[in-house]
Each structure stands twice: as structure tokens, then as C-alpha cells.
């Protein structure tokens, strides 16, 4: 599908033209499929949608499970999760909550640190379920939709041509089917 997009000037969807067709994927479809919150940041953000008044430092849910780390990596992370059992009901929702932000809402590496404004964001689980996931989900699976043919990787060992989708790809995937 990628590969019959269509050139067009509005950078907030994507275009691709399927036997004589135009099909658009906006962030309406991307909120249909998923279900997530769409709609633009809150005051409280910034453009890039971290909350502007966030305490500096460590949030107690990090120090409290993972002691002397200032940074906690995405693997750390799962491996933590994976590894241990978290008794405290209230933490441990706490903890997958950055778990599925992190791994299906805006998935990356797991090479790449958990952003730290997601510690803090999570002390208050009315400020993080009225966080608009869907609108920050969308612009990240859309930018890497849109580099995925530019930047195309070569596996040596095995003489293959790829090319990595981060951010919500099964939304585009299931729009695809539809």
C-alpha cells in the first residue's frame, strides 16, 4: 500500500491511489480503529505534547522500581515487568499503563528510553487517560508511514531489504483491510 501513495501538500494525512481510487488516511480513520483520543493537545502541553509543568527529577513510581536510575530504557522496562511481580495494584497499573504507551501507542526501539514526562504523567491517571493518545499516536505512525520507503535498511547476513514502522501501525493495517 505504502508504495502507491500519491504526493499531496497536506502533511496531516496520507494519499494513495488503488485501481483508478483515491483513498485518504486521516486521523478520523486512525480514531474509528482505535478507539483513542484524538483530539489536539491540551493548554497544558506543549506542541509536542509533554505537559509543561512536570516536577524535575526522578517521579516516585520510577525510584520506587528502578533505585539510582535517572533513566529507565524501554527493555529495562519489559524486562522489569516480565521478571517481577508488582504488589501494589495501583503501581502496577501505573506501570503498564507506560508499558502500552511504549510498546503499542508509540512504539519505538527498545533501545530508546522511556520519556520521562510519562513517569510523571502517570501519578495522576485522570491527567493520563484524558491525555489525547490518539492525536500523538497518529503524527508518530504517520511520519514513519511516510520515511518508511526512504529509509529503507539492508540486512546483510540475510540479503534483505526492510524498512521499520513505529508509532500505531496496526491502525493503518486495519484501515488497509477495511
Not at 530504557?73 to 495494584?89: P, W
Amino acid at each position: 500500500m505504502i508504495l502507491k501513495e500519491v504526493f499531496h501538500l497536506n502533511p496531516n494525512e496520507m494519499m494513495f491511489k488503488v485501481h483508478e481510487t483515491l483513498l485518504k488516511f486521516f486521523i478520523s480513520d486512525f480514531a474509528i480503529i482505535t478507539g483513542l483520543n484524538c483530539a489536539e493537545y491540551p493548554s497544558f502541553c506543549n506542541e509536542d505534547g509533554i505537559p509543561k509543568q512536570l516536577p524535575f527529577g526522578s517521579s516516585w513510581l520510577c525510584s520506587k522500581y528502578f533505585p539510582g536510575k535517572s533513566s529507565i530504557y524501554r527493555g529495562d522496562l519489559y524486562d522489569f515487568l516480565d521478571q517481577n511481580q508488582v504488589k501494589d495494584d495501583t503501581d502496577a497499573i501505573k506501570l503498564v499503563l507506560i508499558f502500552i504507551v511504549n510498546y503499542i501507542l508509540l512504539s519505538k526501539k527498545d533501545n530508546k528510553l522511556v520519556d520521562k514526562y510519562l513517569w510523571h504523567m502517570v501519578d495522576s491517571l485522570d491527567m493520563f487517560g484524558s491525555f489525547p493518545w490518539g492525536w500523538k499516536s497518529f503524527f508518530l505512525t504517520l511520519d514513519y508511514l511516510k520515511k518508511a520507503l526512504k529509509g529503507k535498511q539492508t540486512d546483510s547476513q540475510q540479503d534483505v531489504i526492510y524498512y521499520e514502522l513505529f508509532g500505531f501501525p496496526t491502525a493503518f493495517q486495519i484501515w488497509i483491510y477495511e
